[in-house]
């Protein structure tokens, strides 16, 4: 375990990330969802965007103490109610985390041209590492009928992946309004 956490304290932003975040920059309100060592609220934050990092795990949050332009709250996300209830976010990325209950409360906290930056594991992963639970595994297209006829779907992979190492994911950015007035990366 302490061996899987030194990974993901090092570890650098996803390219997925990256890349459909590049037009959130300063002013921009961000909340990173089981974000761990802060590794995308760390990318957003030296954007000028205005970072709310939650986690459960207070020495991860920790991490983040003396990051600029980042807020951090401890909070159970699947043991307790949603900590965020009526706040609104230009952007939400969720990365290696999956709890379907969340779903919902995600897609109501997206503010009016705002997006949803999502990449998780999905089945297939099993031949390769953890997560193998399928409860912890979307299926093949489940994040497109999560975001269906509530948001327009700016870009859709899935499949088996090499870097950073080998998994099978499934990634999505969406956006809640009209697609053709959002800038692409």
């Given at each position: ?9 090092t570890q650098a932003p996803s390219d997925w990330v990256h890349r459909w975040t590049s037009g959130i920059g300063p ?159």
């Amino acid at each position: 375990m302490a061996e899987e956490k030194a990974l993901h304290a090092t570890q650098a932003p996803s390219d997925w990330v990256h890349r459909w975040t590049s037009g959130i920059g300063p002013g921009s309100r961000v909340l990173d969802v089981a974000c761990g060592y802060g590794r995308h609220a760390r990318l957003l934050a030296a954007r000028g965007a205005r970072v709310l990092a939650v986690d459960r795990d207070a020495e991860a949050l920790a991490a983040l103490a003396d990051t600029a332009n980042v807020e951090t709250r401890r909070a159970d996300l699947e043991g307790g109610p949603w900590p965020l209830p009526g706040e609104a976010f230009d952007c939400i990325v969720v990365t290696n985390y999956l709890h379907r209950p969340l779903f919902p409360h995600l897609l109501a906290a997206i503010a009016p041209g705002g997006r949803l930056v999502y990449e998780t594991f999905m089945r297939g992963n099993e031949r390769f590492r953890r997560p193998s639970n399928p409860a912890f595994l979307l299926q093949p297209g489940e994040l497109l009928e999560v975001v269906h006829g509530r948001m327009a779907v700016l870009a859709f992979e899935q499949g088996e992946v090499v870097r950073p190492w080998p998994a099978v994911v499934q990634r999505i950015c969406a956006l809640r309004g009209d697609p053709t007035l959002s800038r692409l990366p």
